[in-house]
């Protein structure tokens, strides 16, 4: 029985930043009761992972699901989203915009989805054609990798990254998107694999379920889970706070708008080769009376604790990311 039982465990990917902490922090320390196996990786590990039947779900970049969606489905209101700024996926230069026309951006290998929405932003929004070069350029804190004149950075490594002196500008990729579609931008998604539903019908939407209660319960517990988990050590309490704050963990209307937007320009320019459409688990009827339950007690992004006055770091890391026209 004890055989069956752990084979019958659904195996959810987990990324290892601090962005994911809203929902793997209460499942980890015991506040919402799970039954999964939780697997640790970079984004990108984990959508080999999931490409090759390793786990049932998890989060993966949205260019993941865009290129095997005959494979997966989404699971309905779970994302890592940004309506603005993200501040954590990050094109970090020591020039500014204009003079990396020809010169070579280090493009982390940990995120396909920034890949190409940098490249995106490049081809069709500026007037820049830079060179790229796919390197894990093992940046060691705030240290500038060697000999780099940009890099695109990611999670917790553009959090620590953007402090170093060497960063004369810095854009952040959340927010030259919006400013150009007026969309929020969806970096990943919570993909399912088909043949895991198919062979486990009951179990995974009780996974969705419990997905959805971590959701709400680490959203409305910021504080507690960024004063007990040792990967904000480098931050002070509140400034992760604030930086999990930006963060968007839903999948509503305007982001699968900006979500399909992404896609058709994907299509549009060749990195894709066919039309994406979002196809979602479908939500049993208990699950929809929760959501409405859900709905009606406040809308889960407005509940979250706000600290009553921003610190003069936040504020100049506001200042610093917003979008630079140069």
């Known amino acids: 029985m004890a055989d069956l039982e752990v084979t019958e465990r659904i195996k959810v990917g987990k990324v290892s930043f601090i962005n994911t902490l809203p929902i793997f922090h209460p499942l980890e320390s015991g ?11 970079t984004p990108a590990v984990l959508n080999a992972l999931l490409a090759s039947d390793q786990l049932d779900l998890g989060v993966v970049s949205s260019i993941e699901y865009a290129r095997h969606f005959e494979k997966y489905l989404l699971l309905p209101d779970l994302s890592i989203s940004c309506k603005k700024e993200v501040c954590s996926v990050l094109l970090l230069s020591r020039v500014p915009l204009p003079k990396l026309e020809g010169q070579e951006i280090l ?11 940098l490249k995106l932003l490049f081809a069709r929004r500026f007037t820049v054609t830079p060179r790229y070069r796919v390197t894990d350029y093992h940046a060691s804190g705030s240290r500038w990798p060697a000999g780099a004149q940009a890099v695109l950075a990611i999670g917790d490594d553009a959090l620590q990254l953007r402090q170093n002196p060497e960063v004369a500008m810095a854009l952040d990729l959340g927010a030259a998107w919006h400013e150009w579609t007026g969309h929020p931008f969806v970096f990943a998604v919570w993909a399912l694999r088909r043949e895991a539903l198919a062979q486990r019908d009951g179990l995974v939407h009780q996974a969705h379920a419990t997905l959805l209660a971590a959701k709400e319960y680490g959203l409305g517990h910021l504080e507690e889970i960024a004063t007990a988990v040792d990967q904000c050590s480098w931050f002070s309490r509140q400034e992760c706070v604030q930086y999990l704050q930006t963060i968007e963990y839903d999948l509503d209307g305007d982001k699968q708008k900006g979500l399909r937007l992404f896609f058709d320009m994907l299509y549009e320019t060749g990195e894709l080769s066919r039309r994406v459409p ?10 929809r009376e929760v959501e409405l339950k859900a ?16 610190t003069e770091h ?11 026209r140069l």
């Open 107 to 117: 493009l982390t290998p940990k995120s396909h989805t920034s890949i190409a929405l």
């Open 314 to 324: 936040a504020k100049r890391t506001k200042r610093f990311y917003r979008f630079q």
């Open 31 to 41: 506040a919402v009761q799970h039954d999964f196996e939780i697997i640790d990786g």
């Open 295 to 310: 709905n009606r007690s406040g809308e889960t992004e407005t509940r979250r604790k706000k600290p009553s006055k921003p």
């Open 278 to 287: 979002l196809n979602f688990l479908p939500v049993t009827a208990d699950q």
